[in-house]
């Protein structure tokens, strides 16, 4: 079949290199794509909402199945778009509509929905503009360190972690009256502090049956020792130590089936990807949050783990058969690298050529932010490359990705020297 992946990112690149392995895949687009993902597709020059190009081009190329990568054409109804129209509708797709996607979207609306369904999750009260004196009232009575939460989407850097009231209260101020986050912070969830550390587990549902990927541990700040602003993700770890079999199972029954169930009850029909980012507390799961698609950059290490066919497994997705599907996982070891701009999570600087790609054998490079020129291929982005190193131990898989990341070069370049290190020295 002919297959459509909308995107532009590492999580694009990964997903495109994975399906571009099946035998089922006769023809591979991706839009609008990268210079990674015109290696093993092609590359389509539609914007990710331009969604009555992205019908026409569909229906021009007999695509068979689409697969949604990022968040923004999920929220905006690309799904609900596709199925309104006559021409458009039996054409099966990888992504939840516009009411399934607010489990991103609006964390306002996710936390509700964790709360009536029983989920663990923290404590939370959600205020706007016109509440602020009283969300700083509010404020004042809680105990530090303070989560904020933007309820819309703001990139992966909408969430702020304040270490005193006072910080949190001006943060607040910034939020919801400066609007900081621009429409995604007219609401914000102030949120408790959970003590713990972090995973993320991914899933591939029908709305019925569901399949399990493998979990992985992002790294969301920009310097060693978790220091520095929120990024979109500058690292990734697949298996997680800590996640044995009797933590992942406390998740499925706790987390996964009563999210898949409150979907139902909710008559919220989802066929996609659901990111459960949770917080384990002394073994317990907690969820920080959903998103209704694939991280990035964990995708680029669940990829690299998964040894199944993927495109009949996100085919019987996209057509409700998910029924008795299971996937083969690699006991091997994945650690992903993300190489950034110079200045990113702020400003920063776009062409500057990237060399040494060329000689990258130890690990496979997934292009996020970039484009290919005349010159070669260059940076268009804040995170430039994600460097995918596998093993079969943990550090093996360190040593093969940073190896990778030693070689290629632009000016400016920087990246996370301690990725994976967290959980080499795990209960030690």
């Known amino acids: 079949m002919n297959i459509l992946i909308i995107g532009s990112g590492g999580r694009e690149h990964a997903l495109a290199w994975k399906i571009s392995q099946s035998p089922h895949c006769e023809k591979l687009f991706v839009a609008p794509g990268n210079a990674g993902t015109s290696q093993v597709a092609e590359n389509v020059a539609l914007r990710v909402d331009d969604f009555s190009g992205l019908g026409r081009f569909c229906v021009d190329r ?21 199925e309104a129209q006559p021409d458009l509708h039996n054409i099966p797709i990888v992504g939840p509509g516009h009411s399934g996607a607010r489990l991103e979207g609006s964390k306002d609306f996710s936390k509700a929905f964790m709360v009536r369904h029983g989920i663990p999750t923290a404590q939370a009260r959600t205020f706007t503009a016109a509440e602020l004196d ?9 105990q530090p360190p303070i989560v904020l939460k933007a309820d819309g989407l703001a990139a992966g850097k909408g969430v702020v972690i304040c270490a005193t009231v006072a910080e949190a209260q001006q943060e607040l101020r910034e939020m919801l009256g400066e609007r900081k986050f ?20 991914f899933i591939l549902t029908d709305g019925k049956d569901y399949v399990v990927l493998p979990e992985a541990k992002d790294y969301k700040r920009i310097g060693d020792g978790d220091a520095g602003p929120n990024t979109g993700g500058m690292g990734s770890v697949s298996p997680v130590v800590f996640a044995d079999s009797t933590f992942l199972k406390k998740v499925e029954q706790r987390v996964i089936e009563p999210t898949l169930s409150g979907l139902q009850q909710e008559n919220i029909p989802y066929r996609g ?14 969820v920080i949050e959903y998103n209704a698609r694939m991280g990035d950059p964990e995708t680029q290490s669940v990829m690299s783990r998964i040894d199944s066919d993927w495109v009949e497994v996100l085919s019987a997705c996209a057509k409700g058969e998910l029924a008795g599907k299971k996937l083969k996982i690699s006991d091997e070891f994945a650690v992903t690298v993300v190489m950034a701009a110079e200045g990113y999570p702020g400003d920063y600087a ?34 430039v490359l994600a460097v995918t190193g596998k093993g079969a131990s943990l550090d093996e898989a360190r040593q093969r990705a940073y190896r990778t990341v030693a070689g290629i070069h632009w000016p400016g370049a920087q990246y996370r020297k301690d990725i994976g290190l967290d959980l080499i020295n795990f209960g030690k």
């Open 182 to 201: 621009g429409d995604a912070s007219a609401k914000v969830l102030v949120e408790q502090f959970l003590t713990g550390i972090e995973l993320s587990v």
């Open 273 to 286: 990807f659901i990111f459960i980012g949770l917080m384990n507390v002394k073994g317990e799961p907690f």
């Open 134 to 142: 009283e969300g700083l009232q509010y404020l004042a009575g809680q």
């Open 62 to 82: 007999q695509i068979g199945l689409v697969v949604i990568g990022p968040e923004v054409p999920l929220v905006k109804g690309l799904r609900d778009y596709f």
């Open 350 to 383: 776009k062409g500057q050529i990237i060399t040494g790609l060329a000689s990258t054998t130890d690990a496979r490079v997934f292009h996020a932010g970039t484009r290919q020129t005349d010159e070669g291929v260059v940076t268009d982005g804040g995170r």
